[in-house]
């Protein structure tokens, strides 16, 4: 096999590492390796240096990584970025305090704000003014920010985010500034502008979004050159690519420098996966359900594309976008896939409080310890365990055999921590559980459909990551939704919707100027100016440009309007521009204005590079050898033996539950009252009858 090449997607997750492999002539092959959460750089190196043992070829076949980590996000939710620091115009030091006047539960009067990334001591403010067009009303003081450079270094400061107010209209006195911190505080210390990071208005997101980046800067950027390092020490040498929350992939470098654009990375890829599976098809709407080891989430894909957004907030329990329950997280103002996830996952740790009030996470136990059935040192009882002892999951191996597990342990677990401080019987508490657990979960899929105006019972679920499958259909049948789809390599999806990924970038270039003083010749000059800047841009990164696909848009609102909506921008029409706004804005809100001015506030340019070769053909899995085992479905009922089949035992013709599809990458469980076949592309699609 070492004439062949190969392209491999990799997605850690908190509990294992999907690995998937995709040769030059389109055959795909799947891994799952415990993830190393200490570094890891290092459980991926392992894995490579497998594989290319397995398959008898070196380092130097491997011409293509991509990847997606959930290394962002966690540093925010963990508080465990870098001692960052701000420096801002004098007189907005408390930005970050103030935010916007909302919060995520109205009568809550015990709620705190979250604490700012940047701690107010290291928020420092320097001279400088400009307006809103950009005309320098107070130059910038060159000793104030020598001064600040000297108090960071005292603090320790390991980043600091610069945004200057208006700075989107005029970069100069950030850049500026870059270049003093810069000479003062040497390449050790991570720094980021506002107007590079985030050139739009909008005073709160903007620096919010640069104090983020800057927050988990360092920690991309250690993680960047530690996988560097490592993949250099087994030889292979090939471009690494990440994908980013927008769905798109970018180079290994533009990564480190916008990190925030990372913080959905993971999830954003199986995403995309849904949509290159649904697309061509008849599906007006599905909903992906992605479930991992710490994690549950969500996504509203409707004909074939995934919603986007580009407000979101990070850091709340629960991330999402929704305008709904905003103001308890961290709003990053960058392109995203529009997806919910929330803290529900396998390794979600089972407690009880001091109320005897039972909880599923969001504490999760990880890769490790990981649950008290993997035997690597965990002490609490987690949903897998729970999984475990209702007889779902395998309770000899999972990943084909390759990783054994400690059923009586896990069982024990939730018997002692659980079941006997509450006095039930351990199905019953292991049913509990999971329906606590599904209750949890259901709010993810919620926010991106019934949140959005959206009836979830109209979508088809599609489930996959290493635990959807396992409860897809408890979770459909909560929220009423009559199908779920399991597609081929659901438990490493998201690896592959890596491969089936685009490089795709988004530019913005600020306008601030009412439609009516714009002529389209006026219009072409600010998109052909945009248009340059991401050239310049992707041929530095080393992008062939010559496929590229530009797709321009426009932000719009009406004179005094505080918000925009995004409409594409086909042709450099100005007063077509201006009817789909029109159109838009009676779409979204029911109703438009004859009267009032239309205000252009930015242009838009995403640009794609399409992938040229997708994976097609998946390698015929190994036999695995599977037993019939006791399954239980109800609390109260005993469990019954259950047949235990793969993938392959199904065909066109609709088998009733319940029994359970076990494979190498995850578990379907198809449960009584529901029935599940093959469709044509070798995807289980699961029926749920009318309750």
């Known amino acids: 096999m070492a004439q062949h090449s190969y392209r491999i997607g990799i997605d850690i997750g908190g509990t294992f590492t999907d690995v998937v492999v995709a040769r030059d002539d389109g055959l795909i092959e799947t891994r799952k390796v415990p993830s190393t959460p200490d570094d890891y750089s290092r459980g991926i190196a392992q894995a490579l240096k497998a594989l290319v043992e397995d398959y008898q070829t070196t380092p130097d076949r491997i011409t293509s990584i991509v990847h997606a980590t959930t290394v962002a996000t966690n540093a925010i939710l963990e508080y465990k970025g870098a001692r960052t620091g701000l420096l801002t115009t004098a007189g907005f030091r408390d930005v970050l305090e103030m935010r916007r006047l909302r919060i995520p539960v109205l009568y809550d009067l015990q709620y705190d704000k979250p604490k700012p990334l940047a701690a107010r001591r290291l928020r420092l403010e320097v001279s400088e003014r400009l307006g809103p067009d950009g005309a320098v009303r107070v130059p910038l003081s060159r000793e104030d920010v020598v001064a600040a450079a000297q108090r960071f270094r005292e603090e320790g400061v390991e980043a600091v985010a610069i945004s200057f107010l208006h700075a989107y209209a005029n970069p100069q006195h950030e ?414 809100y029911g109703h438009r204005s004859q009267k009032d001015a239309v205000h252009l506030v930015n242009a838009r340019l995403t640009v794609r590079l399409p992938l040229v070769a997708p994976p097609q053909q998946f390698a015929g899995e190994a036999p695995m050898r599977r037993t019939d085992r006791p399954v239980s479905f109800a609390a109260g009922t005993p469990a019954a033996a259950i047949a235990v089949i793969g993938r392959a035992d199904l065909d066109g013709t609709a088998r009733r539950g319940p029994f359970v599809i076990e494979e190498y990458d995850c578990t379907c469980v198809v449960g009584p009252g529901q029935s599940a076949r093959l469709d044509e592309a070798g995807n289980i699609d699961i029926a749920l009858e009318a309750a």
Request: hydrophobic letters at 40%; proline letters at 4%.
């Open 175 to 588: 850049i500026e500034a870059e270049g003093i911190l810069r000479a003062e505080l040497g390449e050790g210390v991570y720094i980021c502008r506002g107007s590079e990071i985030l050139p739009e208005i909008r005073e709160y997101e903007r620096t919010s979004t640069v104090v983020v980046n800057a927050y988990i800067g360092p920690v991309v950027r250690n993680y960047a050159s530690a996988l560097t390092a490592r993949l250099a020490s087994i030889g292979v040498t090939c471009q690494v690519e990440m994908m980013h929350s927008g769905g798109g992939i970018m180079r290994l470098g533009s990564a480190v420098k916008r990190a925030a654009s990372l913080v959905e990375s993971g999830p954003a890829a199986g995403v995309i996966a849904c949509a290159r599976l649904v697309s061509g098809s008849d599906e007006p709407s599905i909903i992906s359900f992605d479930m991992g080891g710490t994690t549950a989430k969500a996504a509203l894909i409707e004909h074939g594309e995934p919603a986007r957004t580009t407000e979101y907030e990070v850091g709340a329990g629960i991330n999402l976008s929704s305008k709904l329950v905003k103001g308890g997280g961290y709003p990053i103002k960058m392109p995203f896939i529009d997806v919910s996830e929330i803290g529900a996952g396998g390794g979600s740790i089972v407690a009880i409080d001091r109320m005897n009030q039972v909880s599923v996470g969001p504490q999760s136990a990880g890769a490790y310890p990981g649950p008290v059935c993997y035997g690597l040192g965990g002490r609490q009882a987690t949903l897998t365990d729970a999984f475990l002892t209702l007889g779902y999951i395998n309770d000899v191996a999972l990943a084909g055999g390759s990783f054994p597990l400690q059923a009586d342990a896990g069982r024990a677990a939730l018997d002692d921590q659980v079941a006997r401080p509450l006095g039930l019987d351990l199905q019953q508490t292991a049913r509990g559980v999971l329906t606590l657990a599904v209750t949890t979960m259901t709010r993810a899929v919620k926010a991106v459909s019934t949140y959005r105006g959206r009836d979830p019972r109209q979508a088809t679920l599609v489930a996959f990551g290493g635990n959807g499958p396992v409860v897809a259909a408890e979770v459909a049948r909560a929220l009423g939704i009559r199908r779920v789809i399991v597609p081929r390599a659901a438990g490493v999806f998201s690896a592959l919707g890596l491969l089936r990924s685009d490089v795709e970038q988004e530019f913005v270039r600020p306008s601030r100027r009412r439609a009516g003083e714009l002529d389209d010749a006026g219009l072409e000059q600010l998109f052909a100016a945009l248009g340059a800047d991401a050239r310049r841009i992707l041929a530095l990164e080393g992008y062939d440009l010559a496929q590229a696909e530009f797709r321009y848009a426009a932000d719009l609102r009406y004179v005094g309007q505080a918000y925009e909506l995004t409409v594409p921008a086909r042709r450099f029409d100005i007063a077509e521009l201006s009817e789909l706004f029109h159109r838009e804005h009676e779409r979204t």
